[in-house]
């Protein structure tokens, strides 16, 4: 269920009152059980995580990134703030790992939707915190234990077009592990951990769009199960990957 | 909607008229614009895209894969008559290119849920055929214009848990493309591009669930656009791709 009707939402909003207020009034009410996917960008609005772009002086370093990509040097100065170390930097996209530890191009830097002319939005300082507040304020609210999420556009290597996924997660388990399950015919599964809370964002986004009216929706039926784990278990540590 | 009681899946079944069947005994009905999802698993069984490892000799080089990743040899040599280059090859793990031109661990054979002991499955040869065969006899049996996916759980780079990806589509465009829409402030979309498709199975597996029981999944009340171009629009061409 999209929740519509909410419009731009300005620096220092209670995002979770936005959300609810609109749902009720659409005729909805948020139930114990529900999974609120809410789009990063509305978080970074209302938690005032942008930055304006007249205000930045790009480094040498930066200029020299901007050439290569032919992107706004500020643009870039902003990104290599928000990053830890550079993935891939090549035909005009610079791949890299955020301080979160989340890997994407931009940093999550993102112009398209900002809150104004010359002004960037970044990623949330702690999407998981900021998935956490949004549900102790629903639940101050409605009374129901709802999970959030946190959600954001990221591509993926081999593969054309975005899919949404979880950069924050609060009360539920972000993973399904499914280790030690047996198939029908009793044999260990092949995929036995599952990364339910990417495939819920997903799922949402289907409700959401990509044109910036839409910033959560509401998914319905899902038995996730309870976790205070936040998005971490999501993100493979070093030592387990093949694509650093 | 999950569609259940469909059992065991022989080879050579009618896999539409199956699932079919087993939704309009549990009441449903399948209605002009639904996709369909279908996990990749029950069409290989019903195409026979499995190997009995018992008539498989591992080469040297199958070998050789096999002692450095701990893999049955037999196995080896199946994943590497479905791929067509390896991408990595490290910590137990065999990454490679399929000749369907998917990145994907041990390119997509599998020992969970296959159809004896000593057999796995493969993907099936063309799953763009598979779903458009699919789709072709539920138009037939049901009259009803429905998208098919067939989907299949990869893992990711960079992150943990697997997400179910439209391996093979029919019907409908994989891609959601926005390029040239604008925001809500008129200026270009950041992400432009959207893998409905991948999105649209991750969605499904929420109620398919891994166990193998649900092979198929209706998804009701999204507008997908009709496209014929099936899962290829989702593969990046390799002049697009950092990390080949």
Redesign the interface.
Known sequence: MAVTGIG?IPRGADLASLINEAFVRGGGALVEGDVLVVAQKAVSKAEGASVDLSGIVPSDFAKSVAQLTGKDPRVVEVVLGESVRIV?M??G?I?TETRHGL?CANAGV?????P??GIVTTLPKDPDASARAIREAIRRMTGSDVAVIVSD?F???????????AVGVAGMA???D?RG?L???G??????????A???A??A??AMG????VPAVIVRG?AWQRSDDGAG????SPD????R
């Open positions: 731009e891939r090549d035909r996209v791949i890997i993102d112009a398209s939707n900002a104004g002319e556009s591509g993926r290597p081999w593969r054309e077009g975005s899919v949404n996924i972000a993973l399904d499914l399950k198939d029908d015919r044999r260990p599964l092949r995929t036995s951990v599952v990364a339910i990417d495939e819920l997903s799922a986004q289907l990509e044109i910036g009216q899902y278990p999501l993100k493979r387990r990957d093949l694509f």
